[in-house]
């Protein structure tokens, strides 16, 4: 009766594409094209702050996009020596370089307001900062934040939460839909199966794409945090109207499957990540992608697509 969604990969193509660069430094919102010059600091963190080898499409656009923009690569000048793997709520990941005359790259990406807390920034930037956040989402695009880490110590702090980050500015991507989805949507819909959005995205991404997708919704979104704070019994209430659910978490995940099943309805969650997991497991039918799930996530499911 409900199927869980995940958005990025399932209901979109996962196909991205860096659409504009934002540098906090000017203030300039910059849209990627042949002609237009890139704001090349905030290019070059965003590439320390990826996987030297990277899978996740995201950081494979930084990559391509760095590769095309700069005069000299540096990649082969610099040897990663420490890394923080992605926490946090919302997450974050930093990566710690360092060339041989011991030059030191700290670099940082993740949910915008992760990086934004981290920040030695006065409020007024911070809302500005926040403003731009929100208009890129709102038009769909998914937006990472970039920050610029400065250290001598010879140890590093023990988590990356302990830093004090430059706020070098934003990465906008843009991951269309696929293009049968509105039309599954439907399927889903006249069959009467209610299907609900879980991400990790903003909000406002969210609701942009459920738009373009046809995702029935109120413009109602419920967080991960909210999800969490809710007495059981209100979530029962409130989950049955709401089909959006944003900056999702496995904990929150997990929950909203217990509440939908304790509601008597039958359920169907789809993930890829070794986090969807639980949720998975917990799902009446967990449903792992095939091509690009994880085996924690495939042990976990019921059905593989």
């Given at each position: 009766?409900?199927?869980?969604?995940?958005?990025?990969?399932?209901?979109?193509?996962?196909?991205?594409?860096?659409?504009?660069?934002?540098?906090?430094?000017?203030?300039?919102?910059?849209?990627?094209?042949?002609?237009?010059?890139?704001?090349?600091?905030?290019?070059?963190?965003?590439?320390?702050?990826?996987?030297?080898?990277?899978?996740?499409?995201?950081?494979?656009?930084?990559?391509?996009?760095?590769?095309?923009?700069?005069?000299?690569?540096?990649?082969?000048?610099?040897?990663?020596?420490?890394?923080?793997?992605?926490?946090?709520?919302?997450?974050?990941?930093?990566?710690?370089?360092?060339?041989?005359?011991?030059?030191?790259?700290?670099?940082?990406?993740?949910?915008?307001?992760?990086?934004?807390?981290?920040?030695?920034?006065?409020?007024?930037?911070?809302?500005?900062?926040?403003?731009?956040?929100?208009?890129?989402?709102?038009?769909?695009?998914?937006?990472?934040?970039?920050?610029?880490?400065?250290?001598?110590?010879?140890?590093?702090?023990?988590?990356?939460?302990?830093?004090?980050?430059?706020?070098?500015?934003?990465?906008?991507?843009?991951?269309?839909?696929?293009?049968?989805?509105?039309?599954?949507?439907?399927?889903?819909?006249?069959?009467?199966?209610?299907?609900?959005?879980?991400?990790?995205?903003?909000?406002d991404t969210a609701i942009a794409i459920a738009g373009q997708i046809g995702l029935p919704?109120?413009?109602?979104?419920?967080?991960?945090?909210?999800?969490?704070?809710?007495?059981?019994?209100?979530?029962?209430?409130?989950?049955?109207?709401?089909?959006?659910?944003?900056?999702?978490?496995?904990?929150?995940?997990?929950?909203?499957?217990?509440?939908?099943?304790?509601?008597?309805?039958?359920?169907?969650?789809?993930?890829?990540?070794?986090?969807?997991?639980?949720?998975?497991?917990?799902?009446?039918?967990?449903?792992?992608?095939?091509?690009?799930?994880?085996?924690?996530?495939?042990?976990?499911?019921?059905?593989?697509?």
């Open positions: 009766t409900v199927i869980c969604t995940d958005k990025t990969g399932t209901l979109t193509q996962n196909k991205m594409s860096i659409a504009y660069l934002f540098d906090a430094g000017t203030g300039l919102s910059i849209q990627v094209t042949d002609n237009n010059v890139l704001p090349l600091q905030l290019l070059e963190y965003a590439m320390w702050s990826s996987e030297t080898d990277p899978f996740d499409p995201m950081e494979k656009a930084i990559h391509a996009l760095y590769e095309k923009a700069v005069v000299e690569d540096k990649r082969k000048q610099f040897v990663q020596v420490h890394e923080y793997p992605v926490s946090g709520k919302p997450p974050m990941m930093t990566h710690v370089f360092k060339n041989e005359h011991n030059e030191i790259i700290i670099a940082a990406k993740g949910a915008p307001e992760a990086i934004l807390l981290q920040s030695n920034l006065s409020e007024e930037k911070r809302k500005r900062l926040q403003d731009q956040v929100t208009a890129y989402a709102k038009q769909g695009y998914r937006v990472l934040g970039v920050g610029k880490g400065n250290s001598t110590d010879a140890e590093w702090p023990v988590s990356q939460h302990e830093f004090v980050f430059e706020f070098l500015g934003l990465v906008a991507f843009h991951d269309p839909p696929k293009e049968n989805s509105r039309q599954t949507i439907k399927t889903f819909t006249n069959a009467g199966i209610n299907v609900k959005m879980i991400t990790g995205d903003y909000a919704h109120t413009k109602t979104v419920l967080t991960g945090k909210e999800v969490m704070e809710l007495d059981d019994e209100i979530l029962k209430q409130k989950i049955m109207s709401v089909n959006i659910f944003a900056r999702m978490f496995p904990d929150a995940k997990l929950k909203i499957i217990n509440a939908l099943k304790a509601s008597g309805e039958v359920v169907a969650m789809t993930g890829d990540g070794v986090n969807d997991a639980p949720a998975l497991k917990a799902a009446h039918i967990g449903i792992a992608m095939g091509q690009r799930g994880s085996e924690v996530a495939k042990n976990a499911a019921a059905l593989i697509l």
